[in-house]
C-alpha cells in the first residue's frame, strides 16, 4: 500500500510540474525576434503577393475612377458610371514629398477616427520593439519609406492590399490597406 502512494505521489508531481511549465512556457511570437531590416523584408514579400493577388482577381488599377469617403471608410473603384469595387479600408499615413516627410494617420488630425483605429496595432507594435519609424508620428522619407510603411502595416495587420492615393498636385501621397473587398457591378455611380 506504501508503494502505490508513493507511487501515485510521484505521478502527480511529475503531473503537476509539467502543467506548470505549459503554463509558463509562452509561444514565441515570429515578430517579437526579427530586425526590422527582416521585418520589412518580410512584409515587402507578404504585399507583393497581396497586390499581385488584388490586381489579378479584382483588376485594381484597372478603373477609369476612385473615390474614398472617411466617414464610411470606403474606397470605391468604378468605370462608365458604374461602382465594380467597393473596399473598405485604414489609412495607414502620407508621404508629403514637399517636406520630404511621412506622417502616420494616428498622428495626422485631418484623418478621420473611423479610418485610423487598427493603425495604433502597428504603433504598439513598434513601441514593443523599439522601432521608432513605426512609432514616430513624423519623421524625414521618401515614397519608398512610405511603401515601407505601408507593407509592414499589411502584414501586421494582415490587410489583403494596399493602394497608394495621389493627393491633387502629386505631392503628397497616401497609403490605404483593404480590409474587406465587396465586387459590386450594378450600382449606379453618385454624381459629385
Do not use: H
Not at 517579437?32 to 488584388?54: A, W
Not at 476612385?66 to 458604374?82: N, V
Not at 513601441?127 to 519609406?145: H, M, P, Q, T, Y
Amino acid at each position: 500500500m506504501l508503494k502505490q502512494l508513493v507511487f501515485y505521489i510521484i505521478i502527480l508531481t511529475m503531473f503537476f510540474a509539467n502543467c506548470n511549465n505549459r503554463s509558463t512556457s509562452k509561444k514565441i511570437n515570429p515578430l517579437d525576434t526579427v530586425s526590422f531590416e527582416q521585418l520589412s523584408k518580410i512584409s515587402c514579400k507578404y504585399l507583393k503577393n497581396q497586390q499581385t493577388y488584388c490586381q489579378e482577381k479584382y483588376k485594381i488599377g484597372k478603373y477609369e475612377r476612385w473615390d474614398y469617403d472617411q466617414s464610411t471608410g470606403k474606397l470605391i473603384f468604378s468605370s462608365k458610371g458604374m461602382q465594380k469595387i467597393i473596399i473598405d479600408y485604414e489609412e495607414v499615413g502620407s508621404v508629403s514629398l514637399t517636406s520630404n516627410t511621412w506622417l502616420w494617420a494616428w498622428g495626422n488630425s485631418s484623418i478621420e477616427e473611423n479610418v485610423k483605429r487598427e493603425i495604433t496595432l502597428v504603433r504598439s507594435y513598434g513601441i514593443k520593439r523599439g522601432f521608432k519609424s513605426l512609432f514616430n508620428a513624423e519623421w524625414s522619407a521618401d515614397i519608398v519609406d512610405g511603401w515601407d510603411m505601408a507593407a509592414i502595416s499589411a502584414y501586421i495587420l494582415k490587410a489583403k492590399g494596399v493602394y497608394r492615393v495621389p493627393g491633387r498636385d502629386n505631392k503628397l501621397f497616401s497609403f490605404m490597406l483593404f480590409k474587406k473587398i465587396t465586387v459590386i457591378d450594378s450600382l449606379p455611380q453618385k454624381k459629385s
